[in-house]
């Protein structure tokens, strides 16, 4: 069973940073598009962004769209989702996915998942 490993989560005061990283051991991220979901506390799992397998398009909800940003080095076989300007609504559990299809629509066609990483903004 093919699993991905988030890190980088914590505790951060607000206008602070983090930068999230989504590993593959064992397997090759760069065959697949990736996304991050986020699951704030009794709340719904969301998809806030995703990165196609080429990197030529990304895809950011809303809620964080400025202040985040995703990259991939497939070199090092990681996605990244870099935080900036955190607030206390970003506090959640950020799981990443590979995922099937990433459009401007969202990510779509989740397949591997992560465990995810705690995330807390608070001063």
């Known amino acids: 069973q093919k699993e991905l490993v988030e890190s980088g989560g914590g505790l951060v005061q607000p206008g602070g940073s983090l930068r999230l990283s989504c590993a593959a051991p064992?397997?090759?991220?760069?065959?697949?598009?990736v996304a991050w979901f986020r699951q704030p506390p009794g709340k719904e799992r969301d998809g806030i962004s995703c990165i196609t397998k080429s990197a030529d398009m990304t895809y950011y909800a809303d809620s964080v769209k400025g202040r985040f940003t995703i990259s991939r080095d497939d070199a090092e076989n990681t996605v990244y989702l870099q935080m900036d300007s955190l607030n206390p609504g970003d506090t959640a559990v950020y799981y990443c996915?590979?995922?099937?299809?990433?459009?401007?629509?969202?990510?779509?066609?989740?397949?591997?998942w992560g465990k995810g990483t705690l995330v807390t903004v608070s001063s």
């Open positions: 064992g397997f090759t991220l760069d065959y697949y598009a």
């Open positions: 996915a590979t995922v099937w299809r990433c459009s401007g629509h969202g990510p779509q066609g989740m397949e591997y």
